[in-house]
Antibody, heavy 119, light 110 residues
Framework: QVQLQESGPGLVKPSQTLSLTCTVS??????????WSWIRQPAGKGLEWIGR???????SYNPSLESRVTISVDTSKNQFSLKLSSVTAADTAVYYC???????????WGQGTLVTVSS | QSALTQPASVSGSPGQSITISCTGT?????????VSWYQQHPGKAPKLMIY???NRPSGVSNRFSGSKSGNTASLTISGLQAEDEADYYC??????????FGGGTKLTVL
């Protein structure tokens, strides 16, 4: 059973960089034809896809966030990471990591982690 | 990319059927058979209910079904149960090789 777990600071100051890591267990992040995605959800609002990475390192990002987002993968640690720069209060949200089975089918999700942007 | 369009809310009585629509464009919903649906209960992570328009993952009740016509996909829940009360989101692959979600629909079981 694949499990994902997000980790990282719960509070980030405006203009700084938000950094989160997703640790995958129950399977190798490098096996199979899977993408690994980040998705966020502001309180009381809908889901927003941030971006994805393939184990080869190829990435795809939401055009509205692309200039501020970097997603990377560390297969040796079975982890992938999110960096979002120049954050504002609008970036306050629950951040989820998820496995994408290939066609935007997010079949496994982490429990989510709340990141608040505030001074 | 613009979010897919879903009704803000739908409701139904136990035992009834309801349908939630998800409207996009020919660059996403209409262009690919890569629409999925997610159920989210308060405080929980979303759960995949339908993938590739009409396929159910193992363990998902056959009361949930999906379909697509043109640029609009639909999720139908038959035999409504109290436990079905949740938020539902659609998502689609896009021509830019990205993913886009709908705004979400709150299902109330009366």
């Amino acid at each position: 059973q694949v499990q994902l777990q997000e980790s990282g600071p719960g509070l980030v100051k405006p203009s700084q960089t938000l950094s989160l890591t997703c640790t995958v267990s129950g399977g190798s992040i490098g096996s199979g034809s899977y993408y690994w995605s980040w998705i966020r959800q502001p309180a009381g609002k809908g889901l927003e896809w941030i971006g994805r990475i393939y184990t080869s390192g190829s990435t795809s990002y939401n055009p509205s966030l692309e200039s501020r987002v970097t997603i990377s993968v560390d297969t040796s640690k079975n982890q992938f990471s999110l960096k979002l720069s120049s954050v504002t209060a609008a970036d306050t949200a629950v951040y989820y990591c998820a496995r994408d089975a290939g066609d935007c089918d997010f079949d496994y999700w982490g429990q989510g982690t709340l990141v608040t942007v505030s001074s | 990319q613009s979010a897919l369009t879903q009704p803000a809310s739908v409701s139904g009585s136990p035992g009834q059927s309801i349908t939630i629509s998800c409207t996009g464009t020919s660059s996403d919903v209409g262009g690919y058979n890569y629409v999925s649906w997610y159920q989210q209960h308060p405080g929980k992570a979303p759960k995949l209910m339908i993938y590739d328009v009409s396929n159910r993952p193992s363990g998902v009740s056959n009361r949930f079904s999906g379909s697509k016509s043109g640029n609009t996909a639909s999720l139908t829940i038959s035999g409504l149960q109290a436990e079905d009360e949740a938020d539902y989101y659609c998502s689609s692959y896009t021509s830019s090789s990205t993913s886009v979600f709908g705004g979400g629909t709150k299902l109330t079981v009366l």
